[in-house]
């Protein structure tokens, strides 16, 4: 391996042809792509007893190189090569496209996973799809997001295609579903691999404008985007065809490779755990069943030995994202799993008389959920929050069924890429203080608490603070034509678009202030609150609040009175690269959902772990985070989860009773159809976000509002006036932040589910 730089500068020479200073960055990045590979290459390991896998509809990995060139040992020795010859690791960084395979939380935890099974030197590999488009490119015009297709895919990139099909049949007829393989890293581990399936026919010239396409097109659209619009039923449709493609080939593979390492498939549990990522690749379950009797194995014991194998991952509360899908269309894609459903109904109604638990129910529509729970055996949710409220209230009547396959696992996140790639200077400053042993054992943060008041290390953290926002306005102004002050307070909320999210509480609160500017009442500091986020295409009500808070972006841009005090910037086409820019410039991270809705939340990890303090309810893993770091070094506010859910079940919550006795909430959501906004803004989207706050508000932001209003300006003034304590506070938060490592997660993953190499 080429540890240092003389080496690395000459392979690079060699493989580039030429002299580094006259070398394109484009042949430059070829050169360590294949340096990469082959590295990684080197650190595969037999597989000996159980491995997993990972099957998922997203994995957000972002871009790889700089990442893997950390885990691999070889950054430090590129970086130094490049600075001797004249060249910068950001500008190389540039080169490399964005693999558009997931879009929020579930696939970034899924990518963290990745590498945390690596790193640990346990045998895992993600299954998943090679979609061509991703989710969409975001694009804003005239205060509006619109939709074009996110063509990543080069010449060069990271899934190297292999000669492998497995043959999967939809709607009768058979198609051949092409294995793509991407190499994962551990940091000083072994290497694992993410698999992609993709068909040879898709063609992308189906797209028309926007990214519209023939959804009935199976043979060219099947992998064209992530989560296609299902507000139709050709929508719906599509996503049973992806999802059947992504389970059948998966569980073939599955088999495959456990046949190769002797199983005889009755003893499949020795050798294979899966772990189903959401309710997307649920009909692995009925699949492998299917599969393991065509080779000879009775019903009864097929689905012993997938409940065996099997584990399930719950994402959510929402009843509505728990997927179901009529009866009709299961028979139209998937005929061939429908026997095994039916029989798989039949076991699980033996086993009670609670019809709420069936997997088919009455109105002839499928659980997905319903099955994970009865033919896995774990269920696991993942924030100590989330699991209670699924044991107590949302799946209740299933853990009175089974009480032993309930458990929790709180999320997490790669300290590799949050903290090491996105955060250099920090990192190296905590290396100075603490030593390296954080890179693997991020509990060792914990030492930083030593310095908690220390003026020297705190001042050293407070610049290296200033000098990431100045970072992230530059790379604002390169990216986006946004200027910004790097001496104002940096709030972030940077998530998908989701009214139980509540971004719309994040802009009543603006358009709040902005009267209060206007008023003479100006913050104690300047502040820019910054938004990343996209709305699923078919959400019409997230797509109107992207359009308020735009809007509202122009309407105080024009004001020079309050235009010195308060600026809203809304990042076009959020990605993994921009929040490695963004996450170590926030200085409070808000995290407002609705108390009880978010199931985990792994962006309070990252901002927390990077030196920002939250501004959150009590949901998800804020209430861990809160229970970490103390009262004092968090901003709490808003209803309880009990209280909210005790709303949802006496139904007495009146949103309009509140606009009306409420002046300062009247008096923002009026201002949503003012003059000033109309004046930037689109009647339609305007009014129907308006009526929706007054008529709805099925989230119940206007009874959080006074207590978010208080809470946030009580931190922009200790932000103010208290910089030292500030900052104390976020050393205090980062020496904390070792819990929320996937490292963690994954380590109890296997000590008390997988189980793997044994």
């Not at 590979?37 to 159980?50: D, L, N, Y």
């Not at 099909?165 to 694992?192: C, D, H």
């Not at 509002?705 to 208080?710: G, I």
């Amino acid at each position: 391996m080429m540890k240092t730089k003389n080496e690395m500068e000459k392979v690079l020479t060699e493989m580039c042809g030429s002299n580094l200073e006259t070398c394109s960055y484009e042949s430059i990045y070829t050169a360590l792509l294949k340096i990469a590979e082959k590295e990684s290459e080197r650190k595969t390991a037999p597989v000996k007893g159980r491995k997993l896998y990972y099957i998922s509809a997203e994995f957000l990995i972002g871009k790889l190189l700089s990442n893997n060139l950390i885990n691999l040992g070889l950054y430090d020795s590129v970086k130094d090569c490049l600075e001797d010859h004249g060249k910068s690791m950001a500008e190389l960084e540039e080169v490399e496209p964005e693999p558009s395979l997931g879009n929020g939380g579930l696939g970034r935890l899924a990518a963290c996973f990745l590498d945390s099974l690596a790193t640990l030197n346990l045998p895992g590999d993600g299954i998943g799809l090679r979609y061509h488009c991703g989710l969409f490119h975001q694009n804003f015009k005239n205060q509006l997001q619109s939709e074009t297709p996110d063509f990543w895919m080069g010449d060069h990139d990271w899934a190297q295609m292999t000669e492998k099909t497995y043959p999967v049949s939809l709607a009768g007829k058979e198609y051949q579903a092409r294995l793509y393989q991407i190499a994962v890293t551990g940091y000083e581990g072994r290497t694992n691999h993410l698999n992609l399936f993709d068909l040879d026919t898709i063609d992308p010239s189906v797209i028309g404008e926007g990214i519209s396409f023939d959804k009935t097109d199976i043979e060219k659209n099947l992998t064209l985007f992530l989560y296609p619009d299902d507000s139709d039923d050709a929508g719906r449709l599509l996503r049973i065809y992806q999802q059947y493609l992504m389970v059948s080939a998966g569980a073939q593979l599955i088999l495959e490779e456990c046949e190769e390492r002797g199983s005889n498939l009755h003893d499949l549990a020795d050798y294979a755990a899966i772990q189903i990522n959401d309710t997307h690749p649920s009909m692995v379950i009925p699949e492998l069943i299917r599969l393991l009797c065509e080779k000879g194995i009775e019903f009864e014991e097929a689905a012993e030995i997938v409940t065996k194998v099997c584990a399930y991952t719950n994402h959510t509360i929402l009843a509505e994202a728990l997927e179901k899908w009529p009866r009709s269309y299961l028979e139209q894609v998937v005929p061939q799993l429908m026997p095994v459903i039916e029989k798989l109904d039949e076991i699980a109604r033996a086993r009670t008389s609670d019809e709420s638990t069936a997997i088919i129910d009455r109105n002839q529509m499928i659980h997905m959920a319903h099955m994970d729970i009865h033919f896995t055996h774990s269920t696991n949710g993942v924030a100590a929050l989330h699991t209670e409220i699924l044991k107590n209230s949302e799946l209740h009547n299933f853990y009175q069924m089974y009480p032993e396959k309930f458990n929790n696992k709180t999320n997490g996140i790669t300290f590799r890429r949050w903290l090491l790639k996105c955060n250099p200077e920090l990192t190296e400053l905590i290396e100075n203080l603490i030593g390296s042993g954080f890179k693997k054992d991020a509990a060792e943060l914990e030492k930083l608490m030593e310095f908690a008041d220390d003026e020297t290390v705190l001042k050293k953290l407070a610049a290296i603070k200033h000098d990431n926002k100045k970072a992230f306005a530059d790379w604002l102004k390169h990216t986006q034509n946004i200027t910004v002050n790097p001496d104002s307070i940096f709030t972030i909320q940077s998530k998908r678009l989701h009214e139980y999210k509540r971004q719309q509480l994040n802009l009543l609160y603006l358009i709040h202030q902005y009267f209060e500017i206007k008023a003479g009442n100006t913050p104690e500091v300047p502040v820019t609150a910054i938004f990343g986020a996209k709305a699923a295409p078919a959400y019409t009500i997230a797509k109107d609040i992207i359009h308020a808070i735009l809007t509202l972006s122009k309407v105080i841009e024009n004001d020079p009175e309050v235009s010195r005090w308060l600026q809203v910037v809304f990042i076009e086409n959020y990605n993994v690269t921009a929040a490695e820019k963004m996450i170590p410039a926030c200085d409070l991270s808000e995290q407002i959902s609705l108390a009880s809705k978010e199931a985990s939340g792994t962006g309070n990890m990252k901002f927390m772990l990077n030196g920002a303090l939250t501004l959150g309810t009590m949901d998800g893993a804020n209430v861990e985070i809160a229970d970490a770091v103390g009262e004092g070094n968090i901003y709490i506010f808003g209803q309880s989860s009990a209280q909210v859910i005790r709303r949802y079940q006496h139904g007495d919550y009146c949103a309009r009773e509140w606009y009306e006795t409420d002046a300062n909430i009247r008096r923002a959501i009026q201002f949503l159809t003012s003059e000033e906004m109309l004046s930037c803004g689109q009647e339609e989207n305007l009014r129907r976000l308006q009526n929706e706050l007054i008529g709805k508000d099925w989230f119940q932001t206007l009874p959080d509002f006074n207590a978010y209003v208080v809470r946030k300006e009580q931190a922009i003034a200790d932000y103010a006036h208290h910089p030292m304590d500030w900052t104390r506070r976020t050393l205090i938060n980062i020496s904390q932040a070792g819990f929320f490592s996937s490292d963690r997660t994954i380590a109890e993953y296997n000590e008390d589910i997988w189980h793997l190499g044994k």
